[in-house]
């Protein structure tokens, strides 16, 4: 895996956040613009539109669209992860900056009806606390291993999980690869912030060449 060291030069943590964040998004939309592709992209976590505010001075977007379950006025309020599978199939960039974990979202792009040709994807995946139980999402434990009987013998409770914590992003990262995507990149921000680590990867879908 690459990684793409940001230097953000700032002393705030909610900045420096912005700025590997932007980092990767960079890196990302210029593998689509080299592939040829024109940039399509859905924000599933818009917020405060700071990342693609900034991004669309950097490079042209051909459409944007972006949701949060926040409401405000002009903007779709919805979980995204329930419309991920629906957009258009020219959609190349989803970006997932969630505060919790991504793994809804990825399960539902990559489980979903729509195939994205050739889509990159921003993730923020959020370090569990020790008190996050159950944090771990039953997709990943089952991939670690983790079936009902062994999890019942753990006791896997808060603390275990957030002990677990270090083992789940290959888990996370392999999604894709499980429902024919292939990841033709990957790349993570190092270093992490203490509350989150943010991964891009860009795939491939493996149906449209057979
Ligand atoms: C870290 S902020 C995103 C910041 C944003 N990227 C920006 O540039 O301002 C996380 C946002 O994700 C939203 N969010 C979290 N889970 C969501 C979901 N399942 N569907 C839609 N929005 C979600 C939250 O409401 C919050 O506004």
């Known amino acids: 895996m690459n990684p793409i060291t940001a230097h953000p ?73 329930r419309i991920i599978d629906k957009l258009p199939e020219e959609t190349t960039f989803i970006d997932i900056d969630t505060w919790g974990s991504p793994v809804p979202h990825l399960l539902a792009l990559c489980k979903g009806k729509t195939r994205y040709d050739y889509v990159g994807v921003a993730l923020t995946i959020g370090m569990i606390t020790r008190r996050g139980a159950g944090a771990i999402p039953k997709e990943i434990q089952y991939l670690m291993g983790l079936t009902d009987n062994i999890r019942i013998r753990m006791k896997l409770q808060g603390p275990l999980t957030a002990k677990l914590q270090k083992y789940i992003y290959p888990y996370i990262l392999y999604l894709p690869t499980l429902h024919d995507y292939d990841i033709i990149d990957i790349v993570e921000a190092v270093p992490p912030s203490r509350t989150a680590r943010y991964f891009g990867m860009i795939l491939q879908d493996q149906r449209k060449d057979t």
Do not use: M
Request: aromatic share 10%; net charge positive.
């Open 9 to 81: 030069g700032r002393k705030r943590t909610d900045n420096y956040n912005e700025e590997v964040k932007l980092e990767i998004r960079r890196y990302l939309i210029k593998h689509i613009i080299d592939s040829g592709r024109k940039l399509n992209v859905f924000d599933a976590c818009q917020g405060d539109r700071i990342l693609w505010t900034q991004l669309e001075k950097e490079f042209p977007l051909e459409s944007y669209f972006g949701v949060d379950t926040k409401s405000q006025r002009g903007r779709l309020t919805i979980d995204s992860s």
